[in-house]
């Protein structure tokens, strides 16, 4: 069994790999879902394992935990997502990888979807 010290102690190590390497949110977020097939249910959780490796750190919930909903939230409405459950997104369409947070958010806002 894990101890609560190694499953944080992987968590920082994560997050450390990533701050070294310079892979944003939003980058993350693309690999996740272009790595699933077209019409698999995604979960928020399975969002935020594949992120921090295990469930969000207490300290980043506020400030990355908004950050993660709001991209969702962008895919959603889209349509690169759909809501089926609570928690539970189908997905409708893969991203383009050289797409940016701020071009999906320009779409958004003009009420363009996909």
């Not at 939003?26 to 399975?46: A, C, L, P, Y």
Request: net charge positive; charged share 30%.
């Amino acid at each position: 069994m894990v101890s609560r010290y190694e499953k944080t102690k992987k968590i920082e190590e994560a997050i450390e790999r990533v701050k070294q390497r310079k892979i944003t949110l939003w980058e993350q977020i693309v690999t996740f879902v272009n790595s699933k097939k077209i019409g698999e249910t995604i979960k928020r959780k399975d969002i935020i394992f594949h992120i921090y490796g295990g469930p969000m750190p207490a300290r980043y919930r506020g400030s990355y935990g908004s950050t993660i909903d709001n991209y969702r939230r962008m895919l959603t409405r889209l349509g690169i997502l759909e809501h089926t459950g609570r928690g539970e997104y189908e997905l409708k369409h893969h991203l383009k990888k050289d797409l940016t947070s701020v071009q999906v958010r320009m779409l958004v806002e003009n009420g363009i979807s996909i």
